[in-house]
């Protein structure tokens, strides 16, 4: 069984930076990815890396300002977040597919992620 449990948010001001954490406890092979869901937004796709940091996608609307990561012993998964704006304020989870190998399909929807964390909240202020 695969347990996710995120950690990290947390209030900050526009321009400022949070680091989201994710630790995974259970045997995973396939993709880990950060969705985001709020009042007005569907829950979209984030970040998503495979295990063993094969495959990295962004977001468009968080390319160039969110970084995913992994630590070596693939059981944390981050995401750094800079240059925080105000629409950034949202739940953000934590979400992982098996396939059984290290690899992120094209289907970046939720429906393609078996395990989900609990969320973290983040709010940005201006």
């Known amino acids: 069984q695969v347990h996710l449990v995120e950690s990290g948010g947390g209030s900050a001001l526009a321009g400022e930076s949070l680091r989201l954490s994710c630790e995974v406890s259970?045997?995973?092979?396939?993709?880990i990815a950060w969705f985001r869901q709020g009042t007005r937004i569907e829950r979209e796709a984030v970040a998503r890396?495979?295990?063993?940091?094969?495959?990295?996608f962004y977001g468009n609307r968080v390319k160039g300002r969110f970084t995913i990561s992994q630590d070596s012993a693939e059981k944390s998964y981050y995401l750094q977040m800079n240059n925080l704006q105000p629409e950034d304020t949202v739940t953000y989870y934590c979400?992982?597919?098996?396939?059984?190998?290290?690899?992120?399909?094209?289907?970046?929807?939720?429906?393609?992620?078996?395990?989900w964390g609990q969320g973290t909240q983040v709010t940005v202020s201006a």
């Open positions: 890396i495979s295990t063993r940091n094969t495959y990295i």
């Open positions: 259970g045997p995973i092979r396939g993709c």
């Open positions: 979400a992982a597919a098996s396939f059984g190998y290290n690899y992120c399909s094209a289907d970046s929807t939720p429906h393609a992620f078996q395990y």
